[in-house]
Nanobody, 125 residues
Framework: QVQLVESGGGLVQAGGSLRLSCAASGRTFSSYRMGWFRQAPGKEREFVGTIAWSTGNIYYADSVKGRFTISGDRAKNTVYVQMNSLKPEDTAVYYC??????????????????WGQGTQVTVSS
């Protein structure tokens, strides 16, 4: 059994920063990518960003590019997202995800096999 556990969510004012962490536990696994998605109330889950371990490439959604920074440690199956200049529209539950197989796209949820329970991020105006 693999578990991904997120931490670091909370309430912050617009313009503030938060850093989310995600750590894997349970059965050892090797992932192709680890990243973040988010889901705001009444909306579908959307891609935030991911790191592809083999190339080291990091991909971001246009909505967060320049404000969010993803980093991680492949050997430890950990991934982080530093979120700066937060906006009220960033309010959502943020999910960590890991993909253990090759995928056609790293931006779709179908490219991920393990998911965390989510951590709430609320940005007040």
């Amino acid at each position: 059994q693999v578990q991904l556990v997120e931490s670091g969510g909370g309430l912050v004012q617009a313009g503030g920063s938060l850093r989310l962490s995600c750590a894997a536990s349970g059965r050892t696994f090797s992932s192709y990518r680890m990243g973040w998605f988010r889901q705001a109330p009444g909306k579908e889950r959307e891609f935030v960003g991911t790191i592809a371990w083999s190339t080291g490439n990091i991909y971001y959604a246009d909505s967060v590019k320049g404000r969010f920074t993803i980093s991680g440690d492949r050997a430890k199956n950990t991934v982080y997202v530093q979120m700066n200049s937060l906006k009220p529209e960033d309010t959502a539950v943020y999910y960590c995800a890991a993909g253990i197989k090759p995928a056609r796209t790293v931006r779709g949820s179908e490219g991920y096999d393990y998911w965390g329970q989510g951590t709430q991020v609320t940005v007040s105006s």
